[in-house]
């Protein structure tokens, strides 16, 4: 079997940061990275871009690769797509007007914001819910990293995937045909995300069920928010007044947020968050244990897209802002509106508002070919058994189990395993020397130095 | 290949377990998901049957590239009258078993559904 690169990631490891100590790998919900030669390796074709590495690398020596900023001014029309989430990480009393203001300062034209889209989403996506003949439950398109969760972990689920275009997609796609009907050709339209995650990065630059994404660059929050926040900090008032689009529904506002799509949609529906979570309920829709749920909202962060691994402000705090705003409306109801907002451009987004189909792509099989797979499992349980079973990792790979499927798969050897050099260094079959090296290149040669 | 799980009657919290490993089992040796689910669907269901209505119970699962065989060895009080417990909707699970989500009368259905051959 070879390992063929099935599409972009994010999430980049910088070799000369990693210090190998195997943090990432031991929260990997998908078990894509091993340690050799000391530093950490990705699995690309397991990766699902959640992000959890990220978070739990103690030296930043995982980066979350985006666009460089400058690239927006290789367009005329400069269109910053936010998402709610971003309000969220500023203060309550910063406004709207205030936040957007600078972001025009620092070179955007236009601003659209990515929950536009919601009021021609929900009523789509009821629309399917309310058939009949649609396979229950339907599973959300809105996270990335669920979608190819499901991809290379719960293959038989991808039938359950609502093929409707997240709101993003929706934004962009309106935004675009805005700005080409007033007259502006298409090569001068740039459409850049401020995007929370890696995950969104990894769907722009490589659309599961599309071709191509109708958004031209991706900047991740952090780099945004960072540029933003300390001019906000420099000014008090609003500096401009810009024509914004119609204020986003309380719904849109909260749409990203855990039950922002469960608490808006019609039939009975279920938030579920963060990845490990997800994974336990993935497992009893695949037995059908769940026979209740017309529509199941999955998002593979804690809080959802407030807990995305670019945002800056603590995800409940975040939660709890949006909330606010949600409520409470009318703080910036001096909006001077667009001519235009998306209720006019309903039928053309409608016809755009599906996605093809979503394959499975299992990353969990030993072979391709069954009777292959059959023999590399025997062979695998046969390894098991002689495997200690503690999943301390020093052979550079999750767990015992993991280890026993490398070891079939040809990519690692038995003898990595620390319990079995001691085994064999007593029967003389592995000289000390031998299993320093066996040690160096897993670990690298600087963790045996300086020692005792 | 042959695979046992024990399965104990009467503990709900552990029903399905050995579904799950069948199931991993059949991912990694690379068997079509829609046969899967359908496989993962009946014996969940048998799997449930036991723990509900058996006082214990194994699972034999036996696969090879031309069929994937489970078999169900339970010792309970029996099912009086099979044709009847086959029909829809037919339960004789009582209200606590309904309340935990179980009992609906579909089970033995289900299973043939999504059985190539019931025995």
Same mark, same amino acid.
């Given at each position: ?66 666009? /460089? ?28 007007? @205030? ?29 399917? $819910?309310?058939?009949?003949?649609? %396979? ?69 630059? &490589?659309? =599961?069920?599309? /071709? ?59 938030? %579920?968050?963060? $990845? ?8 009893? %829709? ?6 209740? =749920? ?37 703080? /910036?109801?001096?909006? &001077? ?53 503690? /999943? ?23 003898? @990595? ?36 | ?119």
């Amino acid at each position: 079997m070879t390992d063929i690169p099935h599409f972009h990631h994010a999430l980049k490891i910088k070799d000369d940061l990693c210090i190998g100590c195997s943090h990432c790998m031991a929260v990997c919900p998908t078990e894509a990275l091993r340690i050799k030669g000391g530093k950490a390796r990705l699995n690309d074709n397991r990766c699902v871009d959640c992000g959890e590495c990220f978070k739990a690398c103690p030296v930043s020596a995982i980066i979350i690769e985006h666009d /460089d900023f400058n690239k927006i001014f290789e367009f005329t029309y400069r269109i910053a797509l936010v998402p709610a989430i971003f309000i969220g990480q500023f203060p309550d009393g910063a406004s709207i007007r @205030q936040i957007y203001s600078i972001l025009m300062e620092k070179g955007f034209t236009h601003i659209f914001e990515v929950e536009q889209g919601v009021e021609v989403l929900i009523e789509a996506m009821n629309e399917k $819910i309310r058939s009949e003949s649609t %396979i229950k439950p339907l599973i959300s398109s809105f996270c990335p990293a669920i979608i190819r969760l499901i991809q290379v972990k719960f293959p038989a689920l991808v039938e359950n995937i609502l093929l409707l275009k997240p709101p993003l997609d929706i934004s962009a796609l309106y935004c675009k045909k805005q700005l080409m009907d007033s007259g502006v050709p298409e090569s001068e339209i740039g459409i850049f995300y401020i995007t929370p995650c890696a995950a969104k990065i990894a769907a722009v630059k &490589s659309p =599961v069920g599309d /071709d191509t994404s109708p958004i031209t660059g991706v900047i991740n929050m952090d780099f945004i928010f960072n540029k933003t926040y300390r001019s906000l900090k420099h000014s008090s008032t609003d500096t401009c007044q810009i024509p914004l689009n119609k204020p986003l529904t309380g719904k849109a506002l909260r749409w990203s947020l855990t039950d922002g799509e469960a608490d808006n949609l019609e039939g009975s529906s279920l938030a %579920i968050d963060e $990845i490990h979570n997800v994974i336990e309920f993935l497992e009893k %829709i695949e037995n059908d244990e769940i026979t209740d =749920v017309d529509f199941l909202e999955l998002r593979a962060c804690d809080e959802s897209c407030a807990g995305g691994v670019l945002t800056t402000a603590n995800r409940f705090l975040a939660a709890r802002r949006l909330k606010h705003r949600a409520e409470e409306k009318n703080l /910036d109801d001096d909006f &001077s509106e667009k001519e235009t907002d998306i209720s006019d451009y309903k039928s053309y987004l409608n016809q755009h508002i599906t996605i093809g189909e979503v394959k499975p792509r299992s990353m969990m099989k030993l072979d391709e070919n069954m009777s292959e797979a059959m023999k590399k499992m025997d062979k695998a349980n046969e390894l098991i058994k002689q495997l200690p079973q503690v /999943d301390c990792s020093v052979c550079g790979t999750p767990n015992c189990a993991a280890l026993a499927e490398d070891i079939v798969q040809g990519k690692a050897k038995l003898n @990595q395993c620390i319990f079995i050099q001691k085994k064999l260094e007593q029967k003389g079959k592995l000289p000390p020397q031998k299993s320093i090296d066996i040690i160096k290149e897993i670990w690298g040669n600087n963790k045996l130095e300086n020692n005792i | 290949m042959h695979f046992e799980f024990k399965v104990e009657g009467g503990n709900f919290s552990k029903a399905g377990a050995a579904s799950s490993e069948v199931k991993k089992i059949l991912k990694q040796l690379n068997v079509d998901p829609k046969i899967i689910k359908r496989i993962v669907v009946a014996l969940y269901e048998a799997e449930v049957n036991i723990v509900a209505h058996a006082y214990n119970g194994i699972i034999y699962v036996d696969i090879n590239t031309k069929e994937i065989k489970t078999q169900l060895i339970d010792e309970g009080p029996g099912i009086p009258d099979i044709q009847l417990a086959m029909q829809k909707g037919f339960s004789t699970a009582s209200p606590e078993v309904r309340e935990m989500g179980f009992g609906a009368g579909m089970g033995l259905a289900n299973m043939e559904s999504n059985s190539d051959v019931l025995i």
